[in-house]
Nanobody, 124 residues
Framework: QVQLVESGGGLVQAGGSLRLSCAAS????????MAWFRQAPGKEREFVAG????????RYADCAKGRFTISRDNAKNTVYLQMNSLKPEDTAVYYC?????????????????WGQGTQVAVSS
């Protein structure tokens, strides 16, 4: 089993920044993919960004390109999501997910492990 714990959410004004962290523990894997998803009230969970654990390759949703950066620290088994120029429409619960595939899938069904989520609220 892999346990994922997110942190770093909070309330920020539009234009501000937040950095989310996701710490993995348990039977972690040296390859595979970590990703961030988000879910706003009344909406489906959507892919935000993903990173390949070993190669470091990344993939972003259009809503994140140019504003968000995903990175990882292999030694700490931690993935980060740096979010800049935040907008009110970025308000959502952000979830960390992990998958043993080397491909960065955008569909949530591919991911086997999930964190509990961290709330991000952006005020206008």
């Amino acid at each position: 089993q892999v346990q994922l714990v997110e942190s770093g959410g909070g309330l920020v004004q539009a234009g501000g920044s937040l950095r989310l962290s996701c710490a993995a523990s348990g039977r972690t894997f040296s390859s595979g993919t970590m990703a961030w998803f988000r879910q706003a009230p009344g909406k489906e969970r959507e892919f935000v960004a993903g990173i390949n654990w070993s190669a470091g390759t990344t993939r972003y949703a259009d809503c994140a390109k140019g504003r968000f950066t995903i990175s990882r620290d292999n030694a700490k088994n931690t993935v980060y999501l740096q979010m800049n120029s935040l907008k009110p429409e970025d308000t959502a619960v952000y979830y960390c997910a992990a998958d043993r595939s080397v491909l960065i899938h955008t569909a949530s069904t591919f991911y086997d492990y999930w964190g509990q989520g961290t709330q991000v609220a952006v005020s206008s």
